[in-house]
Protein backbone atom coordinates (compact mmCIF):
# COMPACT_ATOMS: atom_id res chain seq x y z
CA UNK A 1 0.00 0.00 0.00
CA UNK A 2 1.23 3.39 -0.59
CA UNK A 3 1.24 6.69 1.34
CA UNK A 4 -1.75 7.70 -1.03
CA UNK A 5 -3.67 4.32 -0.52
CA UNK A 6 -2.61 4.58 3.46
CA UNK A 7 -4.09 8.41 3.56
CA UNK A 8 -7.27 7.28 2.56
CA UNK A 9 -10.26 5.66 4.20
CA UNK A 10 -9.21 1.81 3.41
CA UNK A 11 -12.46 0.14 5.11
CA UNK A 12 -13.09 -3.05 4.49
CA UNK A 13 -16.43 -1.53 2.27
CA UNK A 14 -14.42 -0.07 -0.45
CA UNK A 15 -12.02 -3.55 -0.66
CA UNK A 16 -15.53 -5.61 -0.73
CA UNK A 17 -16.44 -3.32 -3.96
CA UNK A 18 -12.94 -3.91 -5.63
CA UNK A 19 -13.40 -7.57 -5.21
CA UNK A 20 -16.75 -7.22 -6.58
CA UNK A 21 -15.58 -6.56 -10.24
CA UNK A 22 -17.94 -9.09 -12.69
CA UNK A 23 -20.76 -8.87 -14.46
CA UNK A 24 -23.80 -10.63 -14.04
CA UNK A 25 -24.10 -11.80 -17.65
CA UNK A 26 -20.75 -13.72 -16.70
CA UNK A 27 -22.54 -15.22 -13.18
CA UNK A 28 -24.73 -18.19 -13.07
CA UNK A 29 -26.79 -15.92 -10.95
CA UNK A 30 -29.21 -18.91 -9.99
CA UNK A 31 -26.44 -21.49 -8.82
CA UNK A 32 -24.26 -18.55 -7.34
CA UNK A 33 -27.15 -17.60 -5.24
CA UNK A 34 -27.86 -21.05 -4.19
CA UNK A 35 -24.17 -22.38 -3.19
CA UNK A 36 -23.69 -18.68 -1.30
CA UNK A 37 -27.61 -19.33 0.56
CA UNK A 38 -26.35 -22.58 1.19
CA UNK A 39 -22.68 -21.32 2.56
CA UNK A 40 -25.14 -18.57 5.31
CA UNK A 41 -27.47 -21.09 6.40
CA UNK A 42 -24.42 -23.03 7.59
CA UNK A 43 -22.96 -20.35 9.33
CA UNK A 44 -26.23 -19.93 10.65
CA UNK A 45 -26.65 -23.22 11.93
CA UNK A 46 -23.66 -23.26 13.24
CA UNK A 47 -24.27 -20.52 15.50
CA UNK A 48 -27.48 -21.62 16.80
CA UNK A 49 -25.68 -25.32 18.04
CA UNK A 50 -22.82 -23.06 19.60
CA UNK A 51 -24.78 -20.45 20.77
CA UNK A 52 -28.26 -21.08 21.93
CA UNK A 53 -29.34 -18.00 23.48
CA UNK A 54 -28.80 -16.34 20.42
CA UNK A 55 -31.60 -17.95 18.59
CA UNK A 56 -34.06 -15.16 19.10
CA UNK A 57 -32.16 -12.81 17.31
CA UNK A 58 -31.30 -14.64 14.17
CA UNK A 59 -34.52 -15.34 14.28
CA UNK A 60 -35.06 -11.82 13.32
CA UNK A 61 -32.64 -11.33 10.96
CA UNK A 62 -33.11 -12.19 7.18
CA UNK A 63 -30.88 -13.12 4.62
CA UNK A 64 -31.24 -11.92 1.37
CA UNK A 65 -28.55 -11.99 -1.68
CA UNK A 66 -27.91 -9.02 -3.41
CA UNK A 67 -26.17 -9.65 -6.20
CA UNK A 68 -23.53 -6.66 -7.36
CA UNK A 69 -23.74 -5.38 -3.94
CA UNK A 70 -19.94 -5.83 -3.29
CA UNK A 71 -20.20 -6.69 0.45
CA UNK A 72 -22.62 -7.21 3.08
CA UNK A 73 -24.62 -4.84 5.10
CA UNK A 74 -27.93 -5.10 7.51
CA UNK A 75 -31.10 -3.22 7.94
CA UNK A 76 -32.43 -4.61 11.62
CA UNK A 77 -34.12 -6.74 9.64
CA UNK A 78 -32.25 -8.05 7.08
CA UNK A 79 -28.68 -8.88 6.05
CA UNK A 80 -28.15 -8.42 2.41
CA UNK A 81 -24.70 -9.88 0.94
CA UNK A 82 -23.62 -10.11 -2.46
CA UNK A 83 -23.01 -13.67 -3.04
CA UNK A 84 -20.02 -13.74 -5.62
CA UNK A 85 -18.25 -11.07 -2.77
CA UNK A 86 -19.45 -13.83 -0.03
CA UNK A 87 -17.98 -16.52 -1.86
CA UNK A 88 -14.77 -15.37 -2.51
CA UNK A 89 -14.41 -14.72 1.39
CA UNK A 90 -15.25 -18.13 1.99
CA UNK A 91 -12.96 -19.40 0.23
CA UNK A 92 -10.17 -17.42 1.24
CA UNK A 93 -11.23 -18.34 4.90
CA UNK A 94 -13.85 -20.98 5.56
CA UNK A 95 -14.80 -18.88 8.94
CA UNK A 96 -15.57 -15.94 7.58
CA UNK A 97 -19.11 -16.14 7.20
CA UNK A 98 -19.65 -17.50 10.50
CA UNK A 99 -17.69 -14.03 11.39
CA UNK A 100 -19.70 -11.97 9.26
CA UNK A 101 -23.21 -13.26 10.76
CA UNK A 102 -22.06 -12.78 14.53
CA UNK A 103 -20.56 -9.28 14.14
CA UNK A 104 -23.69 -8.07 12.20
CA UNK A 105 -26.28 -9.61 14.88
CA UNK A 106 -24.18 -8.43 18.08
CA UNK A 107 -24.60 -4.76 16.11
CA UNK A 108 -28.01 -4.91 16.69
CA UNK A 109 -27.99 -6.72 19.82
CA UNK A 110 -26.12 -4.05 21.50
CA UNK A 111 -27.92 -1.15 19.66
CA UNK A 112 -25.40 0.04 17.44
CA UNK A 113 -27.15 1.35 14.72
CA UNK A 114 -29.97 3.22 16.50
CA UNK A 115 -27.21 5.82 17.90
CA UNK A 116 -25.53 6.46 14.45
CA UNK A 117 -27.72 9.63 13.87
CA UNK A 118 -26.39 11.22 17.63
CA UNK A 119 -22.69 10.49 16.73
CA UNK A 120 -19.78 11.75 14.51
CA UNK A 121 -20.22 8.62 12.08
CA UNK A 122 -16.68 7.83 11.36
CA UNK A 123 -15.95 7.43 14.80
CA UNK A 124 -18.74 5.49 15.89
CA UNK A 125 -18.35 2.78 12.69
CA UNK A 126 -14.98 2.31 14.17
CA UNK A 127 -15.78 2.20 17.90
CA UNK A 128 -18.84 -0.10 16.79
CA UNK A 129 -17.19 -2.32 15.00
CA UNK A 130 -14.52 -2.94 17.81
CA UNK A 131 -16.57 -3.50 20.24
CA UNK A 132 -18.16 -6.17 18.29
CA UNK A 133 -15.27 -7.73 17.52
CA UNK A 134 -13.89 -7.94 20.93
CA UNK A 135 -16.86 -9.54 22.00
CA UNK A 136 -16.80 -12.31 19.59
CA UNK A 137 -12.76 -12.47 20.08
CA UNK A 138 -13.10 -13.08 23.99
CA UNK A 139 -15.95 -15.92 23.45
CA UNK A 140 -13.39 -18.21 21.73
CA UNK A 141 -15.21 -19.41 19.48
CA UNK A 142 -13.73 -22.41 17.18
CA UNK A 143 -15.46 -21.78 14.17
CA UNK A 144 -15.19 -17.92 13.51
CA UNK A 145 -11.46 -18.19 13.03
CA UNK A 146 -10.15 -15.36 11.18
CA UNK A 147 -6.10 -14.37 9.91
CA UNK A 148 -5.95 -11.34 11.66
CA UNK A 149 -7.63 -12.24 15.08
CA UNK A 150 -3.68 -12.16 16.68
CA UNK A 151 -3.32 -8.87 15.78
CA UNK A 152 -7.14 -7.72 16.47
CA UNK A 153 -6.41 -9.16 20.04
CA UNK A 154 -3.35 -7.48 20.41
CA UNK A 155 -4.41 -4.15 19.13
CA UNK A 156 -7.59 -4.79 21.49
CA UNK A 157 -5.25 -5.32 24.73
CA UNK A 158 -3.71 -2.14 24.76
CA UNK A 159 -6.67 -0.18 23.66
CA UNK A 160 -8.08 -1.99 27.08
CA UNK A 161 -5.66 -0.54 29.22
CA UNK A 162 -6.83 2.71 27.91
CA UNK A 163 -10.90 2.61 27.63
CA UNK A 164 -11.55 -0.36 30.63
CA UNK A 165 -14.74 -2.35 29.85
CA UNK A 166 -14.56 -2.76 25.54
CA UNK A 167 -18.23 -0.98 24.96
CA UNK A 168 -18.80 1.08 21.85
CA UNK A 169 -19.82 4.23 23.86
CA UNK A 170 -16.64 4.03 25.92
CA UNK A 171 -14.31 3.20 22.81
CA UNK A 172 -15.88 6.07 20.82
CA UNK A 173 -15.18 8.67 24.12
CA UNK A 174 -11.65 7.42 23.81
CA UNK A 175 -11.38 8.02 20.06
CA UNK A 176 -13.35 11.60 20.52
CA UNK A 177 -10.29 12.50 23.02
CA UNK A 178 -7.50 11.02 21.36
CA UNK A 179 -7.89 11.12 17.60
CA UNK A 180 -6.00 8.64 15.54
CA UNK A 181 -4.35 9.27 12.13
CA UNK A 182 -5.31 8.27 9.01
CA UNK A 183 -3.42 5.14 8.56
CA UNK A 184 -3.94 4.15 12.06
CA UNK A 185 -7.99 4.27 11.02
CA UNK A 186 -7.16 2.51 7.80
CA UNK A 187 -5.58 -0.56 10.56
CA UNK A 188 -9.02 -0.60 12.20
CA UNK A 189 -11.10 -1.07 9.82
CA UNK A 190 -8.89 -3.94 8.44
CA UNK A 191 -8.96 -5.17 11.93
CA UNK A 192 -12.67 -5.01 13.10
CA UNK A 193 -15.18 -4.12 9.72
CA UNK A 194 -17.14 -6.89 8.40
CA UNK A 195 -19.81 -5.11 7.33
CA UNK A 196 -20.97 -1.42 5.95
CA UNK A 197 -23.23 0.89 7.96
CA UNK A 198 -25.35 2.22 4.57
CA UNK A 199 -28.56 1.02 5.91
CA UNK A 200 -28.22 2.92 9.31
CA UNK A 201 -28.80 6.19 7.97
CA UNK A 202 -32.33 5.05 6.99
CA UNK A 203 -33.62 4.13 10.92
CA UNK A 204 -37.55 5.17 9.73
CA UNK A 205 -37.83 2.75 7.23
CA UNK A 206 -36.36 -0.52 9.58
CA UNK A 207 -38.34 -3.37 9.30
CA UNK A 208 -37.74 -4.18 13.25
CA UNK A 209 -37.63 -1.14 15.48
CA UNK A 210 -35.07 -0.71 18.74
CA UNK A 211 -38.21 -1.29 20.72
CA UNK A 212 -38.34 -4.73 19.43
CA UNK A 213 -34.40 -5.38 19.37
CA UNK A 214 -34.66 -3.93 23.10
CA UNK A 215 -36.70 -7.01 23.48
CA UNK A 216 -34.41 -9.65 21.79
CA UNK A 217 -31.57 -8.27 24.10
CA UNK A 218 -33.15 -8.66 27.08
CA UNK A 219 -34.10 -12.00 26.19
CA UNK A 220 -30.45 -13.03 25.34
CA UNK A 221 -29.37 -11.21 28.38
CA UNK A 222 -31.55 -13.97 30.81
CA UNK A 223 -30.95 -16.89 28.49
CA UNK A 224 -27.32 -16.45 29.08
CA UNK A 225 -27.67 -17.56 32.69
CA UNK A 226 -28.90 -20.80 31.45
CA UNK A 227 -27.05 -21.35 28.28
CA UNK A 228 -23.80 -19.95 29.21
CA UNK A 229 -22.32 -20.80 32.52
CA UNK A 230 -18.75 -21.46 31.22
CA UNK A 231 -19.06 -22.55 27.50
CA UNK A 232 -18.65 -18.75 25.50
CA UNK A 233 -18.42 -17.36 28.24
CA UNK A 234 -17.71 -13.07 27.87
CA UNK A 235 -17.33 -10.39 30.80
CA UNK A 236 -17.43 -8.28 27.34
CA UNK A 237 -20.39 -9.94 26.30
CA UNK A 238 -22.41 -8.90 29.35
CA UNK A 239 -21.08 -5.66 30.11
CA UNK A 240 -22.18 -4.66 26.50
CA UNK A 241 -25.56 -5.89 26.88
CA UNK A 242 -25.94 -4.10 30.38
CA UNK A 243 -25.05 -0.98 28.16
CA UNK A 244 -27.58 -1.92 25.73
CA UNK A 245 -30.56 -2.79 27.66
CA UNK A 246 -30.14 -0.53 30.39
CA UNK A 247 -33.08 2.10 30.71
CA UNK A 248 -32.07 5.54 28.94
CA UNK A 249 -33.50 8.22 30.88
CA UNK A 250 -34.19 12.15 29.68
CA UNK A 251 -32.84 13.84 32.90
CA UNK A 252 -35.38 16.54 32.45
CA UNK A 253 -38.37 14.50 32.33
CA UNK A 254 -37.21 12.70 35.27
CA UNK A 255 -37.01 16.27 37.27
CA UNK A 256 -40.53 17.02 36.02
CA UNK A 257 -41.68 14.59 38.90
CA UNK A 258 -41.01 17.49 41.39
CA UNK A 259 -43.12 20.44 39.84
CA UNK A 260 -46.00 21.75 41.11
CA UNK A 261 -48.85 23.61 40.37
CA UNK A 262 -48.95 27.26 41.39
CA UNK A 263 -49.26 30.78 39.82
CA UNK A 264 -46.65 32.59 38.21
CA UNK A 265 -46.12 36.29 37.07
CA UNK A 266 -47.21 35.90 33.42
CA UNK A 267 -49.18 36.44 30.83
CA UNK A 268 -52.20 34.12 30.38
CA UNK A 269 -52.79 33.86 26.77
CA UNK A 270 -55.30 31.07 26.97
CA UNK A 271 -57.46 33.54 28.85
CA UNK A 272 -56.46 36.91 27.25
CA UNK A 273 -58.80 38.08 24.95
CA UNK A 274 -56.48 40.39 21.94
CA UNK A 275 -59.84 41.45 20.00
CA UNK A 276 -60.98 43.29 22.97
CA UNK A 277 -57.59 44.67 23.96
CA UNK A 278 -56.72 46.07 20.15
CA UNK A 279 -59.89 47.67 19.92
CA UNK A 280 -59.63 49.67 22.85
CA UNK A 281 -56.29 50.45 21.59
CA UNK A 282 -57.29 51.87 18.12
CA UNK A 283 -60.76 53.75 19.59
CA UNK A 284 -59.61 55.03 22.53
CA UNK A 285 -55.70 55.60 22.42
CA UNK A 286 -53.75 54.26 25.03
CA UNK A 287 -57.20 52.81 26.82
CA UNK A 288 -57.00 48.82 26.49
CA UNK A 289 -60.63 47.55 27.08
CA UNK A 290 -58.91 44.36 29.10
CA UNK A 291 -55.77 44.59 30.97
CA UNK A 292 -53.91 41.50 30.68
CA UNK A 293 -54.08 39.04 32.87
CA UNK A 294 -50.60 38.99 35.03
CA UNK A 295 -51.00 34.97 36.52
CA UNK A 296 -51.78 31.66 35.29
CA UNK A 297 -51.27 28.24 36.62
CA UNK A 298 -48.09 26.38 35.56
CA UNK A 299 -46.05 23.29 37.10
CA UNK A 300 -42.63 24.20 38.32
CA UNK A 301 -40.04 23.74 40.89
CA UNK A 302 -40.25 25.72 43.83
CA UNK A 303 -39.00 23.11 46.50
CA UNK A 304 -36.26 20.39 45.74
CA UNK A 305 -33.26 19.09 47.78
CA UNK A 306 -30.61 17.56 46.28
CA UNK A 307 -28.60 15.15 48.71
CA UNK A 308 -24.91 14.38 48.14
CA UNK A 309 -22.76 11.13 49.25
CA UNK A 310 -19.47 12.47 50.09
CA UNK A 311 -18.41 9.21 51.66
CA UNK A 312 -15.05 8.28 50.81
CA UNK A 313 -16.32 6.31 47.17
CA UNK A 314 -17.99 9.25 45.64
CA UNK A 315 -15.38 11.65 43.63
CA UNK A 316 -14.88 15.06 44.26
CA UNK A 317 -15.93 16.38 40.80
CA UNK A 318 -17.93 13.90 39.68
CA UNK A 319 -20.43 15.16 42.76
CA UNK A 320 -19.85 18.80 41.98
CA UNK A 321 -20.58 17.92 38.28
CA UNK A 322 -23.80 16.36 39.00
CA UNK A 323 -24.62 19.31 40.63
CA UNK A 324 -24.04 21.48 37.95
CA UNK A 325 -26.13 19.52 35.63
CA UNK A 326 -29.05 18.89 37.44
CA UNK A 327 -29.43 22.62 38.49
CA UNK A 328 -28.69 23.51 34.93
CA UNK A 329 -31.70 21.73 33.93
CA UNK A 330 -33.65 23.79 36.48
CA UNK A 331 -32.65 27.18 36.44
CA UNK A 332 -34.31 27.85 33.02
CA UNK A 333 -37.35 30.59 33.64
CA UNK A 334 -39.79 27.84 32.25
CA UNK A 335 -38.72 25.33 35.13
CA UNK A 336 -38.13 27.50 38.18
CA UNK A 337 -41.01 29.86 39.48
CA UNK A 338 -39.10 33.43 40.49
CA UNK A 339 -38.91 32.39 44.27
CA UNK A 340 -37.11 29.00 45.28
CA UNK A 341 -36.20 26.56 47.69
CA UNK A 342 -33.33 24.52 47.04
CA UNK A 343 -31.34 22.49 49.54
CA UNK A 344 -28.43 20.89 48.73
CA UNK A 345 -27.33 18.30 51.60
CA UNK A 346 -24.26 16.60 51.79
CA UNK A 347 -23.83 13.56 54.15
CA UNK A 348 -21.81 10.29 54.81
CA UNK A 349 -22.63 8.77 57.47
CA UNK A 350 -23.98 11.82 58.81
CA UNK A 351 -25.23 15.43 57.63
CA UNK A 352 -21.90 17.61 57.05
CA UNK A 353 -23.93 20.45 55.44
CA UNK A 354 -27.03 22.25 54.12
CA UNK A 355 -26.80 24.82 51.62
CA UNK A 356 -29.88 26.50 50.99
CA UNK A 357 -30.48 27.89 47.45
CA UNK A 358 -32.71 30.86 46.52
CA UNK A 359 -31.79 31.76 43.34
CA UNK A 360 -28.64 31.71 40.99
CA UNK A 361 -26.37 33.57 42.82
CA UNK A 362 -26.49 31.55 45.52
CA UNK A 363 -25.67 28.32 43.38
CA UNK A 364 -22.88 29.92 41.60
CA UNK A 365 -21.52 31.10 45.23
CA UNK A 366 -22.05 27.25 46.43
CA UNK A 367 -19.81 25.98 43.13
CA UNK A 368 -17.35 28.27 43.54
CA UNK A 369 -16.67 28.45 47.60
CA UNK A 370 -18.50 25.69 48.94
CA UNK A 371 -16.58 22.58 49.54
CA UNK A 372 -17.01 18.81 49.76
CA UNK A 373 -17.20 17.31 53.40
CA UNK A 374 -16.92 13.84 54.41
CA UNK A 375 -15.65 10.99 53.03
CA UNK A 376 -16.72 8.35 55.40
CA UNK A 377 -19.19 5.36 55.53
CA UNK A 378 -22.48 5.68 53.82
CA UNK A 379 -25.77 5.87 55.77
CA UNK A 380 -28.98 7.40 53.74
CA UNK A 381 -30.82 7.74 57.00
CA UNK A 382 -29.20 10.92 58.29
CA UNK A 383 -30.64 12.77 55.36
CA UNK A 384 -34.20 11.59 55.83
CA UNK A 385 -34.48 12.23 59.18
CA UNK A 386 -32.73 15.84 58.61
CA UNK A 387 -35.42 17.06 55.76
CA UNK A 388 -38.22 15.42 58.09
CA UNK A 389 -36.67 17.84 60.89
CA UNK A 390 -36.81 20.78 58.49
CA UNK A 391 -40.47 20.37 57.18
CA UNK A 392 -41.47 20.08 60.64
CA UNK A 393 -39.74 23.47 61.17
CA UNK A 394 -41.97 24.90 57.98
CA UNK A 395 -38.95 25.08 55.83
CA UNK A 396 -41.22 23.66 53.43
CA UNK A 397 -44.61 24.05 52.18
CA UNK A 398 -44.82 21.66 49.68
CA UNK A 399 -41.51 19.32 48.91
CA UNK A 400 -42.43 17.61 46.09
CA UNK A 401 -39.13 15.57 45.54
CA UNK A 402 -35.73 14.29 47.20
CA UNK A 403 -32.77 13.33 44.75
CA UNK A 404 -29.80 11.68 46.17
CA UNK A 405 -26.44 11.28 44.00
CA UNK A 406 -24.32 8.00 45.72
CA UNK A 407 -22.48 4.69 44.99
CA UNK A 408 -25.71 2.86 46.16
CA UNK A 409 -23.71 1.32 49.27
CA UNK A 410 -25.77 2.71 52.32
CA UNK A 411 -28.30 1.98 54.73
CA UNK A 412 -31.74 2.97 53.75
CA UNK A 413 -34.30 4.55 55.99
CA UNK A 414 -36.95 1.47 56.40
CA UNK A 415 -40.49 4.10 56.00
CA UNK A 416 -41.15 5.66 52.88
CA UNK A 417 -41.42 9.66 52.95
CA UNK A 418 -43.98 12.21 51.83
CA UNK A 419 -42.34 13.14 48.94
CA UNK A 420 -40.76 11.25 45.79
CA UNK A 421 -37.07 10.31 46.28
CA UNK A 422 -34.76 9.43 43.49
CA UNK A 423 -31.50 7.96 43.79
CA UNK A 424 -28.82 8.21 41.00
CA UNK A 425 -26.24 5.52 40.39
CA UNK A 426 -22.92 6.10 38.67
CA UNK A 427 -23.26 2.39 37.28
CA UNK A 428 -24.61 -0.91 37.33
CA UNK A 429 -24.27 -2.72 39.79
CA UNK A 430 -26.29 -5.52 41.26
CA UNK A 431 -23.89 -5.91 44.35
CA UNK A 432 -25.34 -2.88 46.07
CA UNK A 433 -27.90 -3.40 48.52
CA UNK A 434 -31.66 -3.74 47.02
CA UNK A 435 -33.29 -0.41 46.77
CA UNK A 436 -36.81 0.02 48.34
CA UNK A 437 -39.75 -0.61 46.65
CA UNK A 438 -40.95 3.42 47.06
CA UNK A 439 -37.54 4.84 45.87
CA UNK A 440 -36.99 5.29 41.79
CA UNK A 441 -33.57 4.20 41.30
CA UNK A 442 -31.39 5.02 38.12
CA UNK A 443 -27.95 4.61 36.46
CA UNK A 444 -26.41 8.06 34.77
CA UNK A 445 -22.80 7.32 33.40
CA UNK A 446 -20.15 8.93 34.94
CA UNK A 447 -18.46 9.94 31.55
CA UNK A 448 -21.30 12.14 30.50
CA UNK A 449 -21.10 14.39 33.89
CA UNK A 450 -17.58 14.43 33.30
CA UNK A 451 -18.10 15.85 29.86
CA UNK A 452 -21.01 17.90 30.60
CA UNK A 453 -23.30 16.74 28.12
CA UNK A 454 -26.98 18.33 27.81
CA UNK A 455 -29.58 16.40 30.36
Partial sequence: MDRKQEGERGSVWDGQQKQAEYTVKDTASGQVNALAGEVMQLARDQIIVNMRFLDVALSRLKQEPKLGFGGAAADGGR?????????????????????????????????????????????????????????????????????TDAEARNKLHYLKEDVGVLTAERIYRYLKNNPVSNRERVRWSRLFCRDAHVYWHEQEELSITEEQWKKVSE?????????????????????????????????????????????????????????????????????????????????????FVIALDTSASCRGETVKEFVR??????????NFFQKINVHIIQCDNEVQSDTKITGAEDFDAFM????????????????????????????FENLKGLIYFTDGYGI???????????????????????????????VLQEEDFLQGTDG
Fill in 79 to 147: LCYDPVWLLKQYKKERDYPVRLYLHVLLHYVFYHSFAYGEKEQELWDLAADAAVENVILEMGLHMAVLE
Fill in 325 to 334: KTYSILKGTE
Fill in 368 to 395: KEGKLKGFGSTDFRPVFAYVEKLAAEGE
Fill in 219 to 303: RIKADLKSFSKDKNRSESLEKNLAEATKDRYNYAQILQKFTVMGEDIQVNDDEFDYIYYTYGLSEYGNMPLVEPLEYKDVKKVKE
Fill in 412 to 442: YPPQMPGYDTIFVFLDENNQRPELPPWAIGI
